[in-house]
Antibody
Framework: EVQLVESGGGLVQPGGSLRLSCAAS????????MDWVRQAPGKGLEWVGR??????????EYAASVKGRFTISRDDSKNSLYLQMNSLKTEDTAVYYC?????????????WGQGTTVTVSS | DIQLTQSPSFLSASVGDRVTITCRASQGISSYLAWYQQKPGKAPKFLIYAASTLQSGVPSRFSGSGSGTEFTLTISSLQPEDFATYYC?????????FGGGTKVEIK
């Protein structure tokens, strides 16, 4: 079964750090671009960032709201995706989803994890 | 950045109704648009890519059209399981912005 499972969410104080993980299974993880998307309570979807595959040098893109604070990485040997979040703000409170880019010819996110909740509060 | 505006933000419809949701881009994005369905407490579901191509396994009552700046998602005959929030997303350049969402509720 093709699956993404996030972990690592929790309660953190403003200014703190947290690292989210996303474990992939059932597909060739190394060939896909991977993304993070978040959803604040009661709000819409917000794209957070993307990491490309090895063939594209693992380069990354970020939303302006997280650039310089968040870092996306991956370990293809572990079929895992990561989101390192530093200098967290209350407005980073959200459910964080990892998602798989469909394929190189048609962008869009065809597989999503169940989400992990991050709460930034003192 | 290119913005996406969905309309309406909320609609009330009955089972069997034909429903159309519009997504407008502030600049042309060719056909680089996807649609998703999200139910409460669940992850989004991929419905349509490249503006009009139905993802495998998605019922044929869903269809997408448009290019450039105006796009539509149509549900030809609304079913009970279709009551959800729908989002468009542009994929032509970064950031990969989502529209604000359209909540479809039971009339």
């Amino acid at each position: 079964e093709v699956q993404l499972v996030e972990s690592g969410g929790g309660l953190v104080q403003p200014g703190g750090s947290l690292r989210l993980s996303c474990a992939a299974s059932g597909f060739t993880f190394s060939t896909h671009y991977m993304d993070w998307v978040r959803q604040a309570p009661g709000k819409g979807l917000e794209w957070v960032g993307r990491i490309r595959n090895k063939a594209n040098s693992y380069t990354t893109e970020y939303a302006a709201s997280v650039k310089g604070r968040f870092t996306i990485s991956r370990d293809d040997s572990k079929n895992s995706l990561y989101l390192q979040m530093n200098s967290l703000k209350t407005e980073d409170t959200a459910v964080y989803y990892c998602a798989r880019r469909y394929d190189s010819s048609a962008d869009g996110f065809d597989i999503w994890g169940q989400g992990t909740t991050v709460t930034v509060s003192s | 950045d290119i913005q996406l505006t969905q309309s309406p933000s909320f609609l009330s419809a009955s089972v069997g109704d034909r429903v159309t949701i519009t997504c407008r881009a502030s600049q042309g994005i060719s056909s680089y648009l996807a649609w998703y369905q999200q139910k409460p407490g669940k992850a989004p579901k991929f419905l349509i890519y490249a503006a009009s191509t139905l993802q495998s396994g998605v019922p044929s009552r869903f269809s997408g059209s448009g290019s450039g700046t105006e796009f539509t998602l149509t549900i030809s005959s609304l079913q009970p399981e279709d009551f959800a929030t729908y989002y468009c997303q542009r994929l032509n350049s970064y950031p990969l912005t989502f529209g604000g969402g359209t909540k479809v509720e039971i009339k």
